[in-house]
């Protein structure tokens, strides 16, 4: 898995120049400076940076003033002081709460989840208020600073409530965005345009992937950008669709298929909302076959819309009907993970059918 990691490609880095936050912000640069790390330390590496290039940053959850269950806020309270950096009690809704507040004033808040099966406590602040700030009083106020941070898949071992991947629900709501990253290059730039980005995101972030990911990832500040999907893999057969952890296990089975004379195209899509349906569309209508895959169950999974949209799009250009390979509709098992979760094998096999249907 850690090789399929490494192996996943980079798009063109971008250098932000230090002014207030906007995608416009983005400036190409082919020269730079690199260090292999690992995905919790592109992430505090992304907090340092938003902290230190904007005073009205503030970074605050469970447990961050001291680095935070995965170490993700290490040093930040110390460096920053703890009037930008702090512990909150243990209330999510308290916590999203104060972060719309805090965002409608004005400023960034990067608000943390400790685990994405929590945030639901959250739900009505964030759909509720956060996504209908600035619709409902006509742009006169929103709180577009505003970033939800929080890690979310499976970990191997976390059980019912340590390995949920609550995506589609945020995704069924106008007025935010869904940002998924891959790897710790990923991480750090979705993470920094996600945070200047003028309307409040919830960013998950794949902890399987915390310390396992590791990748050479630009000291300097950069963003990447929201809402355009990147092609991983080029290919002639079949599109496989995926964000997060899911793409590794998508690249194996990449792998194996090309042993076996099939010709895979890989998507990253990255932003989940708004979706980059062009790349996706484009990729269908060359290959002729579709295959998303996430850890989610795969009933009202994103996975579902994104099959939709794609028949709508490319109904007769499709050689087979659209394949999801997803979790299972139970709650997320212990001793059975294995068996709920959407392995290489299980790709593999739907590749397989997809492309001799």
């Known amino acids: 898995m850690a090789m399929a990691l490494r192996k996943i490609g980079k798009d063109g880095i971008s250098i932000w120049r230090r002014g207030f936050s906007s995608t416009s912000g983005l400036e190409s640069s082919s020269s730079r400076d690199a260090t292999p790390v690992n995905l919790f330390t592109a992430i505090n590496q992304a907090l340092h940076i938003a902290l230190d290039s904007d005073p009205r940053s503030y970074v605050f959850g469970e447990d961050v003033s001291f680095g935070g269950v995965f170490r993700c806020t290490t040093g930040l309270a110390e460096r920053f002081g703890r009037q930008r950096v702090f512990n909150t009690p243990l209330c999510e809704q308290g916590i999203a709460g104060f972060a719309i507040g805090l965002a409608a004033l004005g400023n960034r808040a990067i ?50 409530y340590h390995s949920q991947s609550p995506e589609a629900f945020f995704c069924h709501v106008p007025g935010l965005k869904v940002v998924i990253p891959r790897s710790p290059y990923q991480a750090k730039g979705l993470l920094l345009a996600s945070i200047r980005d003028p309307n409040p995101v919830v ?40 964000w997060g952890a899911q793409l590794s296990i998508l690249e194996q089975a990449c792998e194996d298929a090309e042993k076996e004379g099939i ?57 087979a009907p659209v394949a999801r390979v997803c979790g299972l509709d139970t709650p997320f098992p212990l001793v059975y993970e294995p068996f709920y979760m959407p392995t290489k094998n299980k790709i593999l096999d739907a590749i397989k059918l997809t492309v001799n249907y």
Request: glycine letters at 8%; charged letters at 25%.
């Open 203 to 242: 960013f998950f972030e794949p902890k399987w992937l915390y310390r396992l990911a590791v990748e050479e990832v630009p000291d300097a500040d950069y963003m990447l950008p929201l809402s355009q999907a990147e092609v991983i893999r080029e290919g002639k057969d079949i599109t496989l669709v995926g």
């Open 111 to 160: 608000a943390e989840i400790q685990f994405a099966d929590y945030i639901f406590p959250a739900f009505d602040q964030l759909v509720n208020e956060a996504a209908k700030f600035r619709y409902r009083s006509g742009n006169e106020f929103n709180c577009g600073g505003l970033t939800i941070r929080s890690p979310y898949g499976a970990v191997g071992h976390g059980g019912h």
């Open 263 to 319: 010709s895979c195209e890989l998507i990253d899509l990255r932003t989940l909302i708004p979706w980059d349906k062009e790349t996706v569309e484009a990729s269908v209508s060359k290959t002729g076959r579709l295959l998303v895959s996430h850890e989610a169950p795969v009933t009202g999974g994103f996975g579902a819309e994104i099959s939709a949209s794609i028949i709508e799009r490319c109904f007769l250009r499709l050689e």
